[in-house]
């Protein structure tokens, strides 16, 4: 019987509240796609019975997850966290990094997305951890090391928007009790905003222009089947009925999804119009302006 190939990982970068997890959940209606949510974070959180898969099951019990959780060497979360942290970014980009770390984290790399691909029956992957500290370096890590096919959706959205839904609702990890709530939890995502997608744009460059693509989350919730469009050619899919399901309103589930936005946990509908830029309080405004001003134009925000 012919082996099955290797699958593509479309891995979603940027920073959180930039609209990963519903683009997850609206890849994941593509039958040749299988959505996995922040999968750097799966070690982590299954040591934690407290935190669910989004199918409701603790991740050992999860029918995608537990199998190849229960085989898995001791300390390879370890060597995942610090192969993939930002403190590592330079270290990993120019190829030093310890023998016994790229044996162990291509060993655990092929593992986990040939593993995924088989219980989906999937050609593609989609990771949306993102680029905050804990992941930063993981779509280059997946390629060097892993030895993996990885091209990388980086997605922005405007960073009023984003400093807005921390200020409405906080941070996600204090709402999910993962960790207690900080001083200035709320100016915290401006320096985030900058910096992920900062590294973001750097990924792309060292991985090559052919790997990398970027896309406004306001373009893709105006003209969803033409960035839906872009995407396919990306990632050699074809996409023209997702886009259509998406522009008719179609409800979109999530996959077997590790961590993310509390939207995975319901099917959603994509919102086929930006809502109108945010006033935000002097602090956060004038934070911003000094601090994303640069970056934000160079994406096409003002």
Same mark, same amino acid.
């Given at each position: 019987?012919q082996?099955r190939?290797?699958?593509?990982?479309?891995?979603?970068?940027?920073?959180?509240? @930039?609209?990963?997890t519903i683009?997850?959940?609206?890849?994941?209606?593509?039958?040749?796609?299988?959505s996995?949510?922040?999968?750097?974070?799966l070690?982590d959180?299954?040591?934690?019975?407290?935190?669910?898969?989004?199918?409701g099951?603790?991740?050992?019990d999860c029918?995608?997850?537990?199998?190849?959780?229960?085989?898995?060497p001791?300390?390879?979360?370890?060597?995942?966290r610090r $192969?993939e942290s930002? *403190?590592n970014?330079?270290?990993?980009?120019?190829?030093?990094i310890?023998?016994g770390d790229?044996?162990?984290?291509r060993?655990? *790399?092929? @593992?986990?997305f040939?593993?995924v691909?088989?219980?989906?029956?999937?050609?593609?992957? &989609?990771? @949306?951890?993102?680029?905050?500290k804990? *992941?930063?370096?993981?779509?280059?890590?997946?390629? %060097?090391?892993?030895?993996?096919?990885?091209?990388v959706?980086h997605?922005?959205r405007?960073?009023?928007?984003?400093? #807005?839904?921390y200020l409405?609702?906080g @941070? #996600?990890?204090?709402?999910?009790?993962?960790?207690?709530p900080?001083?200035?939890?709320?100016?915290?995502? &401006?320096?985030?905003?900058?910096?992920?997608?900062?590294?973001?744009?750097?990924?792309?460059?060292a991985?090559?222009?052919? %790997?990398?693509?970027?896309v406004?989350?306001?373009?893709?919730?105006?003209d969803?089947?033409?960035v839906?469009?872009?995407?396919?050619?990306?990632?050699?899919?074809?996409?023209?009925?997702?886009?259509?399901? $998406?522009?008719?309103?179609? *409800?979109?589930?999530?996959?077997? #999804?590790?961590?993310?936005?509390?939207?995975?946990?319901?099917?959603?509908? $994509?919102s086929l119009?930006?809502?109108?830029?945010?006033?935000?309080p002097?602090?956060?405004?004038?934070?911003?302006?000094?601090?994303?001003?640069?970056t934000?134009?160079?994406?096409?925000? $003002?």
């Amino acid at each position: 019987m012919q082996s099955r190939k290797t699958p593509r990982v479309l891995y979603i970068a940027g920073y959180s509240r @930039s609209g990963s997890t519903i683009m997850d959940m609206v890849l994941n209606g593509h039958p040749d796609v299988a959505s996995t949510g922040e999968l750097t974070f799966l070690h982590d959180d299954a040591a934690d019975t407290t935190l669910t898969c989004s199918c409701g099951a603790i991740f050992r019990d999860c029918p995608v997850y537990g199998d190849w959780l229960a085989d898995r060497p001791d300390g390879e979360g370890e060597v995942v966290r610090r $192969v993939e942290s930002r *403190a590592n970014l330079d270290q990993l980009i120019a190829g030093h990094i310890a023998d016994g770390d790229c044996t162990a984290y291509r060993a655990y *790399a092929l @593992s986990l997305f040939n593993h995924v691909a088989a219980k989906h029956d999937a050609e593609v992957i &989609v990771d @949306s951890s993102k680029s905050a500290k804990d *992941a930063a370096g993981r779509p280059i890590a997946l390629a %060097r090391l892993g030895g993996l096919d990885v091209r990388v959706l980086h997605l922005t959205r405007d960073p009023r928007a984003v400093a #807005n839904s921390y200020l409405q609702s906080g @941070s #996600n990890w204090v709402l999910e009790g993962r960790r207690k709530p900080r001083p200035f939890d709320t100016l915290r995502p &401006v320096m985030g905003w900058m910096l992920a997608n900062k590294i973001s744009q750097r990924i792309g460059q060292a991985l090559g222009p052919d %790997r990398y693509m970027h896309v406004r989350y306001e373009d893709f919730q105006r003209d969803p089947a033409t960035v839906l469009g872009r995407i396919g050619t990306f990632a050699d899919l074809e996409t023209g009925e997702l886009g259509r399901a $998406v522009t008719n309103g179609k *409800a979109f589930e999530a996959g077997h #999804n590790v961590g993310g936005n509390r939207t995975r946990l319901a099917p959603q509908v $994509v919102s086929l119009s930006p809502k109108p830029v945010p006033r935000l309080p002097m602090a956060h405004s004038a934070a911003l302006r000094c601090v994303c001003g640069r970056t934000a134009r160079k994406f096409g925000y $003002v």
